[in-house]
């Protein structure tokens, strides 16, 4: 099992970055996916999450209207497309296979679930 973060870097505020997230080894149609951030010196929080079902999306309050999470079963790859980019979205990203499908009502991953190893955003003022 493998997901396979890309995409991060650094971006002056208000611009765009598209991160992807490529999954192998397990069925990615039977997950939902998450896009997850931690901060240093802050707890992880999750970002974005799709359900595995409908394509049902939720959104923390500090991304809405900026971020967009989709996913290409086809292509076992889920993105997030991050606009307007602020200094405090700086933080390593991470994906998750979601063993639980929320259906767009939170967006949490479980320990055990299938993680990757992180890409890098760092936003400058």
């Known amino acids: 099992v493998q997901l396979v973060e890309s995409g991060g870097g650094l971006v002056q505020a208000g611009g765009s970055l598209r991160l992807s997230c490529a999954a192998s080894?397990?069925?990615?149609?039977?997950?939902?996916i998450g896009w997850f951030r931690q901060a240093p010196g802050k707890e992880r929080e999750g970002v974005s999450c799709i359900s595995r079902s409908d394509g049902t999306t939720y959104y923390a309050d500090s991304v809405k209207g900026r971020f967009t999470i989709s996913r290409d079963n086809a292509r076992n790859t889920a993105y997030l497309q991050m606009n307007s980019l602020k200094p405090e979205d700086t933080a390593v990203y991470y994906c998750a296979a979601l063993s639980t499908d929320w259906g767009g009502l939170t967006c949490h991953a479980w320990p055990d679930d299938y993680w990757g190893q992180g890409t890098q955003v760092t936003v400058s003022s």
């Open positions: 080894g397990f069925t990615f149609d039977d997950y939902g």
